[in-house]
Structures are given as structure tokens and as C-alpha cells.
T-cell receptor, first 114, second 113 residues
């Protein structure tokens, strides 16, 4: 299995809702990432988990809460989001937490905050 | 010093032609330079990557040329095909970026049949 699977593919949520994004990989990768991508922009790093521990938080607002239950799963819990948080949220994994090991990205969750 | 500058923003090439996308970096401590390809509705996918100890790397129709002294690298797509139409991102990483990728702004490539 060489894929990163993200669910749901699309999500519309109100500003008072709580929702979660899920990501799964079975490649044995020990690092997993959350990225945010706005239209016509490069991906922006949000969080890095390495060996199931949060190793990088790029000063992301607390309304985004990551969780890594095990080495194959990564969640992003969303609460009280703003319309400007609407974006494509990408999950990625790599063998270890370094960009030079090559990232495998999922297809993303298209999030719309209304 | 952490920036990676990519050009052009968009590019239209005839089928069979050569597509060239350029990137420049400032941080001489960067030691890994990948190119990612992204199709609409998909996440980026690693296309090809190079380290500064070589000046060129070729994989099929895709070639990275690397100029360490100029702090520039470029992606060449030979015999460009309509299926190559996508957005291409260059990136760089090294110890000063905590080995995380610093991304270029992206180039939207359209190959006309």
C-alpha cells in the first residue's frame, strides 16, 4: 500500500461546529504531516508528528488540534473555525520527519467554513 | 534567507516542446532540492529531486539542472505532453529549515495539443 488516505474528501462546517479530519497510511512511515493549501498557493506546513510525538507546530491557532493515535493514523480536530480557514487540508507522510525523505501526500480534504 | 523563488507563474508550451521552470534560493545551507507535481483535486507528488553534489539528474523526460554557484535549479520537461499539464512546485530543505521543505510559489503548466 503506497497511499495516504484522507477522509472526508469534502467538508462544509459552520463556525460553531466541531469536526475532525482523518488521515491514514500503511507504508510504515514514522512521520506524518498536516499542510494547508489555499488556491494557487504552495502547501503551508501546520504540524509534524515524528514517531507519534508532535515535533513541529508552525504557530497554528488553537482552533486546530492535531492528534496522532498511532503510527498509521493522524487526525485534525477543528473547532470554531473562521471563513478564512477554508482551504484544502493535506496530510502527508514520510519515512522520518525530514523533507529529504520525500513526502507522500493524500488527495486532501476540501474544507469550506460558512 | 529561507525563500525559494520560482518562475514563471504560468507557462504554455506546445505538445512536443520543452518546458522549463526555474527556481532560485538564498540559503547556501540547503542541501536537498525536489520538484513536486500537483494535478487539480490531488495532493502534490514527488517528481524528481537533486542534491548539490551533482549538476544534473534525469528521470525519463524530466531533468533537474543545478547550478550551485548561482544558487539556481531548474526543471526541464522534454517532449511535453498534455498529461504533463499540472502545477509544479520546487522546494528546498536543509538544517536551517529543520529539514522541512521551503516551497516555491508554483508554476501552472499547460501543454497545448
Amino acid at each position: 500500500d503506497t497511499e495516504v488516505t484522507q477522509t472526508p474528501k469534502h467538508l462544509v462546517m459552520g463556525m460553531t461546529n466541531k469536526k475532525s479530519l482523518k488521515c491514514e497510511q500503511h507504508m510504515g512511515h514514522r512521520a506524518m504531516y498536516w499542510y494547508k493549501q489555499k488556491a494557487k498557493k504552495p502547501p503551508e506546513l501546520m504540524f509534524v508528528y515524528s514517531y507519534e510525538k508532535l515535533s513541529i507546530n508552525e504557530s497554528v491557532p488553537s482552533r486546530f488540534s492535531p492528534e496522532c493515535p498511532n503510527s498509521s493514523l493522524l487526525n485534525l480536530h477543528l473547532h470554531a473555525l473562521q471563513p478564512e480557514d477554508s482551504a484544502l487540508y493535506l496530510c502527508a507522510s514520510s519515512q522520518v520527519g525530514r523533507g529529504d525523505y520525500g513526502y507522500t501526500f493524500g488527495s486532501g480534504t476540501r474544507l469550506t467554513v460558512v | 534567507q529561507q525563500q525559494v523563488k520560482q518562475s514563471p507563474q504560468s507557462l504554455i508550451v506546445q505538445k512536443g516542446g520543452i518546458s522549463i521552470i526555474n527556481c532560485a534560493y538564498e540559503n547556501t545551507a540547503f542541501d536537498y532540492f525536489p520538484w513536486y507535481q500537483q494535478f487539480p483535486g490531488k495532493g502534490p507528488a514527488l517528481l524528481i529531486a537533486i542534491r548539490p553534489d551533482v549538476s544534473e539528474k534525469k528521470e525519463g523526460r524530466f531533468t533537474i539542472s543545478f547550478n550551485k554557484s548561482a544558487k539556481q535549479f531548474s526543471l526541464h520537461i522534454m517532449d511535453s505532453q498534455p498529461g504533463d499539464s499540472a502545477t509544479y512546485f520546487c522546494a528546498a530543505s536543509g538544517v536551517e529549515s529543520n529539514y522541512q521543505l521551503i516551497w516555491g510559489a508554483g508554476t501552472k503548466l499547460i501543454i497545448k495539443p
